[in-house]
C-alpha cells in the first residue's frame, strides 16, 4: 500500500472547542478510509469510515470529510471533551485486481486537550 | 464478552528462538490481521486473513508467518527473531473487510535482544 501521511504530529485544542485533524493520502485508487482512536496503553478503536463515493459522513460528535480532488481526509471532533485526548490515526484500504483487503495506516496525531 | 485476545502480553527473548504470538477473537469474524506499532512509523500491517487459510502479506511481511486453520485464530510466528522485529504487535478482527470496524487486542510487547 501507499503511505498515508498526517499534517501535524500534535495538536491542543481548548476543552469545548471543535477539533480538526487532517490527513493526506497518496493512494487514488483507495475505497475506504476509517480513523482510529488510540488511547495511552490500548490498542486502537474504530471511530468512523468513509467510503471513496462520499464526501461527508457523521458520527456521534464526529465527521469525516473526504477531498478526493486534493486527496485530502480530516476528522472534526465537536465539543472535544477530555476524554477525546489521544493519537488519532487515518487508514485507507488497498489491495490489487479489484480488492481492498489491506489496510494502511498513516503516523498519528496526538489530541492534547487543555483545560 | 466480545474480545479480542493475544498472548503472551509480555515477551524478552533472543535473537533466533522462534517464537509464536497467540491471537483469538470470539466474535465469529472472517478478517483478522496483524500489525505492528513503531514510534514514529505507526501503525503498520504485517499480515491479514480474509477466511481460513487464505493469508495475505500486508505492507511489513518480512520475518513472519501466520496460518488461520481455525476461524477463531491467527497466530503469528518469528521462526528466527531479530532485534529489528523489537515492536509492540497487535492483532485484529473484523467481520468481513478491514473497513468495517475492526476491534483490536491489547497488544504484545516485545522485545528481541
Known amino acids: 500500500g501507499e503511505s498515508v501521511g498526517l499534517h501535524l504530529p500534535t495538536l491542543s485544542v481548548q476543552e469545548g472547542d471543535n477539533s480538526i485533524i487532517n490527513c493526506a493520502y497518496s493512494n487514488s485508487a483507495s475505497d475506504y478510509f476509517i480513523w482510529y482512536k488510540q488511547e495511552s496503553g490500548k490498542g486502537p478503536q474504530f471511530i468512523i469510515d468513509i467510503r471513496s463515493n462520499m464526501d461527508k459522513r457523521q458520527g456521534q460528535r464526529v465527521t469525516v470529510l473526504l477531498n478526493k480532488t486534493v486527496k485530502h481526509l480530516s476528522l472534526q471532533i465537536a465539543a472535544t471533551q477530555p476524554g477525546d485526548s489521544a493519537v488519532y490515526f487515518c487508514a485507507e484500504t488497498w489491495g490489487s485486481g479489484g480488492g481492498a483487503d489491506g489496510l494502511t495506516f498513516g503516523k498519528g496525531t496526538h489530541l492534547i486537550i487543555q483545560p | 464478552e466480545a474480545q479480542v485476545t493475544q498472548n503472551p502480553r509480555y515477551l524478552i527473548t533472543v535473537t533466533g528462538k522462534k517464537l509464536t504470538v497467540t491471537c483469538s477473537q470470539n466474535m465469529n469474524h472472517e478478517y483478522m490481521s496483524w500489525y505492528r506499532q513503531d514510534p514514529g512509523l505507526g501503525l503498520r500491517q504485517i499480515y491479514y486473513?480474509?477466511?481460513?487459510?487464505?493469508?495475505d502479506k500486508g505492507d511489513v511481511p518480512e520475518g513472519y508467518k501466520v496460518s488461520r486453520k481455525e476461524k477463531r485464530n491467527f497466530p503469528l510466528i518469528l521462526e528466527s527473531p531479530s532485534p529489528n522485529q523489537t515492536s509492540l504487535y497487535f492483532c485484529a478482527s473484523s467481520l468481513f473487510k478491514p473497513w468495517t470496524e475492526q476491534f483490536f487486542g491489547p497488544g504484545t510487547r516485545l522485545t528481541v535482544l
Open positions: 486473513s480474509m477466511n481460513v487459510e487464505v493469508t
